[in-house]
């Protein structure tokens, strides 16, 4: 799938819930469902700065896609990075760098997370593309 296919799906998905608890709660069970990284990843240099809680993210290259792990000590920051993961994993790193990220203020998310919340969502998604542009860079 493609990533705008992807998004699409997630929108549609948070379409079928009709208050942000339950928004809340699926997002919760998406963090659950998270591909865990290895514990041998989760160190200083995988966190995302700029988070108010830890996340863990390590990337690595598969038949020139990459694909992301990731953790976080949060339920809430778990379910958001799963959500980011789902977009960007076995993705080129040309399409990760070139994505658009308006699902996020299509599903209402950064709107109904606390200014810190927020900042750590952006903070992950610019650490997604900081990777994506690494690895393309290898790639030419």
């Not at 699926?26 to 160190?43: A, C, F, R, S």
């Not at 863990?56 to 990731?70: G, N």
């Not at 379910?79 to 977009?87: D, M, N, P, S, Y």
Request: with cysteine; net charge negative.
């Amino acid at each position: 799938m493609t990533i705008k296919e992807i998004q699409e799906d997630i929108i549609e998905e948070f379409s079928m819930f009709d208050d942000w608890e339950e928004r809340y709660q699926y997002m919760i069970d998406l963090g659950k469902t998270l591909p865990l990284i290895d514990e041998q990843y989760k160190t200083e240099s995988n966190i995302i700065k700029g988070c108010q809680s830890k996340v863990w993210v390590h990337a690595e290259m598969h038949d020139e896609k990459i694909v992301f792990t990731a953790d976080s000590d949060a339920i809430i920051t778990k379910g958001i990075i799963a959500i980011l993961i789902r977009v960007f994993s076995n993705q080129h790193p040309k399409d990760i760098i070139e994505a658009e990220t308006s699902f996020i203020d299509e599903i209402g998310l950064k709107e109904h997370l606390s200014p810190t919340r927020a900042n750590g969502l952006v903070s992950m998604i610019k650490q997604l593309k900081m990777y994506a542009i690494a690895y393309q860079t290898q790639l030419n």
